[in-house]
């Protein structure tokens, strides 16, 4: 079983429209959880992340965390198609290991 | 600050052939971590390092080798390049401390084995 399962997209949507990314993950060691963005060709970098359960918001961005059912999700309010680019999350227990998901490729169209 | 630089930005290398990575950073990180990343299969950890003169071994280590002789400086090798490690390098490095777990990225190195 994988550490984190991610669903790869795409994922196509209107500009303005909310979405929706999600990853499940089965070790409940994990206990930061954090969303990487990754334009094309580039490398990724950090979005934003919560610790244990619960809700964090940041502008249009909010992460949530299930740590009861270990389901994570990351939220874009108003998307913009300077949004566009692949979404990866990234759960830890520790600063040794990352386990990141394979990504939900997002394309969001004007 | 440049953040964290990779060497070269492509390759491409005939089976068996030999090369050196190059990942520095400039922000005084002590954890820096080799990464490679192919389509459906997310990054997936290669080596990492905790600080200067250390190295461990990741989630596919093999096939490679690393150092870390210098705190700024985390090298990959391929000793024998196989067609199975055609694949897009990550280097990244963090704190490692303080509540930080954010790693910081280069931009990536696409390697191709013929």
């Known amino acids: 079983q994988k550490e984190v399962e991610q669903d790869p997209g795409p994922l196509s949507v209107p500009e303005g429209a909310i979405v929706s990314l999600n990853c499940t993950y089965s070790n409940s060691a994990f206990q930061y959880f954090m969303w990487y963005r990754q334009y094309s060709r580039k490398g990724p970098e950090l979005l934003m992340y919560t610790y244990s359960s619960g809700n964090k918001e940041d502008g249009r961005f909010t992460a949530q965390v299930d740590k009861s059912s270990k389901y994570i999700s990351l939220f874009i309010r108003d998307s913009q198609p300077s949004d566009s680019a692949t979404y990866l999350c990234a759960p830890t227990g520790n600063f040794n290991k990352f386990y990141f998901g394979s990504g939900t490729k997002l394309n969001v169209k004007p | 600050n440049a953040g964290v630089t990779q060497t070269p930005k492509f390759r491409v290398l005939k089976t068996g052939q030999s090369m050196t990575l190059l990942c520095a950073q400039d922000?005084?990180?002590?954890?820096m971590y080799w990464y490679r990343q192919d389509p459906g299969m997310g990054l997936r950890l290669i080596h990492y390092?905790?600080?200067?003169?250390?190295?461990a071994k990741g989630e596919v280590p093999d096939g490679y080798n690393v150092s870390r002789l210098k705190k700024q400086n985390f090298l990959l090798g391929l000793e024998s390049a196989a067609p199975s490690q055609t694949s897009v390098y990550f280097c990244?490095?963090?704190?490692?401390?303080?509540?930080?777990?954010?790693?910081?990225f280069g931009p990536g190195t696409r390697l191709t084995v013929t």
């Open positions: 390092s905790v600080g200067e003169g250390t190295t």
């Open positions: 990244a490095s963090g704190r490692g401390g303080g509540g930080s777990y954010e790693q910081y």
């Open positions: 922000m005084n990180h002590e954890y």
